[in-house]
Structure formats: structure tokens, C-alpha cells
């Protein structure tokens, strides 16, 4: 009856590994595409927050040129700590503040420029460890850092 109870248990065990073995596999084939799926959607994402952050750039431009004559090209320099203005590649501090504030999130680093002929150039906007960019108007290229 002993033999018998210990034949069991070691078959068990077997049976057991075999079944971390098989999950092991399983996860080793979907750890690709799982990662593949995390990084385009953080890659959509980042569009989106770049899409978005340009726009606002546009609009807040807008919004200085209702008050005053603002020159180009106009630049706004993100980074941890906030943002910045720069008129003719000069920084400026505006008597009024203007907030940069929409849904999305705001870029960690990198610069989004309106140019004398009013296109929009984006340099390494970063969101988390995505980069984009876009010079005049050409498609947008964000890849991971």
C-alpha cells in the first residue's frame, strides 16, 4: 500500500513539472508579441500626445498674437520641469501667463517650433521611451529612444 501511495506521488510531481514546463513555453512563444502590443500602443500614444501637443503649441500662439505681435519663429522648449517660450531663438517671459494644459500628457523633453513660413517642426518629443519627430510638415516618426 506504501509503494503504491509513493508511485503516485512521484507521478505527481511529474505530472506537475510537466505543466510548468508546458505554461514556460507558452510564455516564452507570447513574450514577443506581448511586448510588440506594449510598444504600439505606448508608440499610438505618443502620436496622439504629439498630435496634441502641436496643436495646443498652435493655439497658444494664436492666443499671444490676440494680445501682441508675436514674432517667428516661435518656440516652446519642453522639459521636467515645465516649458518655455523662445521668440527669434530668444527666450521670453510673458507678462501674462499662458498655460500649456490639454488631456494628454505633456512631452518630458524636446521642442515644438512654428517657422517664419508657419510650418510646425517637432524635435525629440519624448514620452517615456518614445521619441518623435517631424521637420515641416512631413510625417511623424516617433520610435523608441
Known amino acids: ?80 520641469d515645465g516649458y518655455e517660450f523662445y521668440e527669434m531663438n530668444k527666450k521670453v517671459n510673458y507678462k501674462r501667463t499662458f498655460n500649456i494644459d490639454f488631456e494628454g500628457r505633456l512631452p518630458s523633453s524636446g521642442s515644438v517650433e512654428i517657422t517664419e513660413n508657419g510650418t510646425v517642426t517637432v524635435k525629440d518629443l519624448t514620452f517615456g521611451n518614445i521619441k518623435c519627430n517631424q521637420v515641416k510638415e512631413e510625417n511623424l516618426i516617433c520610435e523608441k529612444k
Open 1 to 80: 500500500m506504501k509503494e503504491e501511495y509513493e508511485h503516485y506521488k512521484s507521478i505527481r510531481v511529474i505530472e506537475y513539472a510537466m505543466v510548468i514546463v508546458v505554461l514556460l513555453i507558452v510564455l516564452i512563444i507570447l513574450f514577443p508579441a506581448l511586448s510588440k502590443i506594449i510598444y504600439n500602443m505606448s508608440k499610438d500614444a505618443a502620436i496622439t500626445n504629439t498630435k496634441d501637443t502641436i496643436d495646443t503649441v498652435k493655439a497658444t500662439y494664436t492666443d499671444m498674437n490676440l494680445i501682441n505681435e508675436v514674432a517667428l519663429p516661435f518656440k516652446v522648449v519642453f522639459n521636467k
